[in-house]
């Protein structure tokens, strides 16, 4: 009965509860104008200003209040009309044809201070905290409800990203980091092929995420950014993968950093790539992996030209920005031993991915191979994982591979399909590769896919 009660609460707390809101920062503005050609607000506009403001002043005090969306249960009243201003233009863009009326030194659609002055008919102490709470440090930009590029009385104070979707209930758009892209797999720790001990590891690169609040606020810990992890590994040992897995458990989207884009021939714009890529990220609940991290990490070398000391300060910006973040950054690498030993103190934990075992083999192919596609009975998993020694991306490739081959002839998956798939696998990085390369699973192989000379 209580859950049902709640739900009803929940469904009274609705957008349309704002029109008075909106309405009546449009009425302001309305009267400003005419205040400022000379004429006076007629009395029937005065009496509607009244009457919204008395329906404004009950909507916040009631149970259906759709400010507590954006918990702002600290804000005085006047700084939830501060937030009301700068809402309104893109709640009812029409406000913001008023305010570029308004403002016609510099037309912009959103409310400025010395607008918000006029509007609200603020003294000098009201104003004083206007000022306040609306710059860089202040409650609405801490709270990350409006944005403003820099602290004047003439800038424009913006709508935070998710303030008004949050408040007006509108689909959120994914705003991706500049320099990275989202990673879309799904993964559960039953998919992850590891050894035990290295499973754990991860699990424990997740408490430094949970109990970040119990550790630093409640016993007074150091408080450090990230947590920062090292995957290293072959490629297709799944280090991915796992970041995956922990990206999904903590129910927050993975962003893989594309270092490419953000180093620049140019001195001085891949700091400025970076800063962009983690002020984007700032606040935000997001996994980021950076891969192959050993082409930035690698021991630095002897300084010989100015490009030399340039390239050792974007590094050592990037690992500044990496350690300070206050979210988790994985990265990756498949050359540990390159990597400068003395960035290892930056690290928070470091798992090692193994190339699988034959046992580990035979779970991927298991696993690899489409769960609803039929097998003949020559396909013995056990002797697939034996024949060959493949990493998990190996064996994912190759298990489709097979499939779409079984399709095409509209056949069961048979070892004939494995082989052909294997063989194909291995040929990428083996340009001379030879059919016993396959062992024991070369009997398979059909000789016109492998050509007399390989024979």
Excluded at 26 to 41: F, V
Excluded at 158 to 178: H, N, S
Aim: hydrophobic content about 40%; some cysteine.
């Amino acid at each position: 009965m209580m859950k049902a009660a709640v739900e009803n609460i929940q469904e009274s707390i609705s957008p349309m509860n704002l029109q008075p809101e909106w309405e009546r920062v449009e009425l302001l503005a309305h009267c400003l104008l005419l205040s400022r050609s000379g004429r006076q607000p007629q009395d029937d506009m005065l009496k509607r200003l009244e009457q919204l403001q008395f329906q404004v002043d009950r909507l916040r005090q009631s149970i259906h209040n759709p400010w507590t969306k954006l918990s702002v249960n600290q804000l005085s009243p006047l700084g939830i009309d501060v937030l009301a201003c700068i809402l309104a233009s893109e709640a009812q863009p029409k406000t913001g044809w008023l305010y570029q009326e308004l403002q016609p030194a510099s037309p912009q659609p959103f409310v400025t201070v010395a607008l918000l002055q006029q509007l609200l008919a603020l003294d000098y102490n009201e104003l004083y905290h206007v000022r306040q709470m609306t710059a860089a440090g202040g409650e609405l930009q801490q709270l990350n409800l409006i944005e403003a590029d820099q602290d004047s009385a003439f800038a424009p104070l913006r709508p935070g990203r998710k303030a008004l979707t949050r408040l007006m209930d509108l689909p959120e758009a994914e705003e991706i980091p500049p320099g990275a892209y989202p990673v879309r797999q799904r993964a559960a720790w039953d998919d992850l092929v590891l050894p035990p001990d290295r499973e754990r590891m991860l699990r424990e690169y997740l408490m430094w995420l949970r109990h970040r609040e119990t550790v630093v606020d409640r016993w007074g810990g150091y408080a450090l950014g990230g947590p920062v992890a090292l995957f290293s590994g072959s490629s297709g040992t799944g280090k991915t993968f796992a970041a995956t897995v922990i990206a999904n458990e903590m129910d927050w989207p993975l962003y893989r950093v594309d270092l490419a884009r953000l180093v620049s021939k140019y001195i001085g714009e891949t700091e400025k790539n970076i800063g962009r890529l983690f002020d984007a990220a700032h606040g935000r609940e997001m996994v980021l992996q950076f891969d192959e991290v050993d082409a930035l990490m690698s021991k630095r070398g002897e300084i010989k030209e100015a490009r030399d000391r340039y390239a050792n300060m974007e590094v050592s910006y990037l690992l500044a920005r990496i350690e300070d973040h206050q979210g988790p950054c994985i990265l990756t690498t498949n050359l540990r031993n390159q990597i400068d030993k003395a960035f290892s103190r930056r690290f928070q934990i470091v798992v090692e991915f193994p190339r699988p075992d034959r046992k580990a083999r035979a779970q991927l192919w298991q696993r690899m191979l489409p769960p609803r596609a039929p097998r003949a009975d020559d396909l013995d998993i056990d002797f697939l994982a034996q024949a060959v020694n493949l990493t998990g991306g190996n064996i994912r490739n190759a298990g489709l591979h097979a499939a779409y081959l079984a399709a095409e002839e509209k056949q069961p998956i048979s070892l004939v399909h494995a082989a052909i798939a294997v063989y194909r696998e291995l040929a990428k990085d083996r340009p001379q590769l030879n059919k016993n390369d396959l062992g024991p699973l070369a009997n398979h192989l059909p000789q016109a896919v492998c050509g007399v000379e390989n024979a």
